[in-house]
């Protein structure tokens, strides 16, 4: 009864039921906790602690890639629309992404995003980039490179810290 009870709150407000969160191909540790909107698009293997909302408002969208990680506390919050690549790490510490109508958040593959940090407004983030730290990034471009774990530093995306 409780979780009907869950259910029909999160259809109301236009979120996934904690059994399609289930029935997909990704890793949802706490589908109690977990809140995805329903026209979200996910792709494969991406692992979802608890506390992760991905939320879209009117005509907003969030596409997420695979082999994505995103720890607690992850907020992505849209009107415009958020698109994020493949293998990238959000968190430890939580990430907030709050993107209006009419403005793009692009995360590349292979990124790391790390300690708190904010995206607002346009903002393109190259594959291998990095963010570490309470730092707020609005309009920003970070350049490619490699993966962010990758034993060259000079061979790894731009970062921020």
């Known amino acids: 009864m409780i979780v009907w009870q869950l259910n029909q709150r999160r259809i109301k407000l236009g979120f996934l039921t904690v059994e399609e969160l289930l029935e997909n191909n990704n890793i949802i540790h706490d589908p109690f906790s977990t809140l995805i909107s329903r026209n979200v698009t996910l792709g494969q293997d991406n692992i979802f602690y608890p506390t992760v909302v991905l939320q879209t408002l ?11 990680t995103f720890t607690p506390n992850c907020f992505f919050y849209t009107s415009g629309k958020i698109t994020t690549g493949s293998h990238n790490l959000f968190g430890d510490g ?5 993107v209006n109508a009419g403005e793009v958040l692009t995360f590349g593959n292979y990124g790391r995003y790390i300690n708190t940090p904010a995206f607002t407004g346009n903002n393109s983030l190259g594959d291998g980039s990095q963010v570490i730290g309470p730092i707020r990034v609005q309009s920003c ?8 774990a990758h034993s060259e530093a000079d061979k790894r995306g731009a970062v921020l810290k």
């Open 141 to 148: 471009v970070l350049g490619a490179g490699g993966d962010f």
């Open 58 to 68: 009117e005509q907003g969208s969030i596409s997420v890639g695979d082999n994505n």
């Open 94 to 98: 939580g990430v907030t992404a709050r």
